[in-house]
C-alpha cells in the first residue's frame, strides 16, 4: 500500500463526509475511488476489505480502516484534534455524537419517499433547536472551542453539521447567534474557507443520481 490516503466511498456525502472534512481541515491530500456499480461493493467483501461489509473505507498509514468513528477518532488523535487528556477528550466525543446523531437524520432524509420528508425535515428541525442547538450554544457562550482551548474534531463536525441543516432550514440559527457566530469563526480557517470554496473535494448535497446509485449498489430497495 502506497503512502497516499485512499477514500473508497460512493461520490456523495453519506458517511464519509465528515471524514473529508477533517482530512481538508489537518491540511491531508486524499485520493477518491467511488464506486459506481454493485460489482466493484462485491470485489471489495470478496477481497476480504471490508471487516464488516461496509464503506466508506479509508486506506491510510499502512491500514485499511473502516467504521466512521473509529476513522473519524484515529485522524483527531494523529493530528492533535482530540484533546489534552482523558477528560477532554470524553467531552468532544459527547458533543461529536451528539453532533452525529442529529447529521445521521439528515443523512437518511434523500432516501425517504416524497410524503415522508417533509415529517422528517419538521422533526429534525424541532429536535435540532430544542435537543441539540442549546447545548451547543451554551457550550460555546464562554470559549471559542466546544472543549477546551484548542480546535477538536467536535468543532469540525459542528461546523458541518449545522451548514448542513442552514440548507434544509435557512434561518434555524437566528436563535443561536453564539453558534452563528461560531460558524463564522470556523468558516475564517484558511483550510476551512478553502474546503468551502467551488472546486474543492466537498460534496454538494445529494441528488437522484447519488440515491439510486448507493441503493443499486447496496441492492437497497426504497
Sequence with gaps: MSGKVVLT?????GRMESIRWLLAVVGVEFEEVNITKR??????????????EQVPLVEMDGMKLVQTKAILNYIAGKYNLYGKDLKERVMIDMYAEG???LM???????FMPPDAKKTKL?????KATSRYLPVFEKALISSQYLV????????VLLLETTLMLEEKCPTILSKFP???AF??????????????????KRKPQPDDVYVKTVCEVLDFKL
Design 39 to 52: 460489482q466493484e461493493y462485491v470485489k471489495l467483501l470478496s477481497d476480504g476489505a471490508l471487516m464488516f
Design 122 to 126: 419538521e422533526e429534525i428541525e424541532r
Design 178 to 180: 453564539v453558534v452563528k
Design 9 to 13: 466511498y460512493f461520490n456523495g456525502r
Design 99 to 101: 453532533v452525529q446523531d
Design 148 to 155: 477546551g482551548y484548542q480546535l477538536s474534531c467536535a468543532d
Design 104 to 110: 445521521q437524520m439528515m443523512m437518511a432524509l434523500p
Design 183 to 200: 460558524q463564522g469563526r470556523m468558516k475564517s480557517l484558511p483550510a476551512i474557507h478553502k474546503f468551502l470554496q467551488p472546486g474543492s
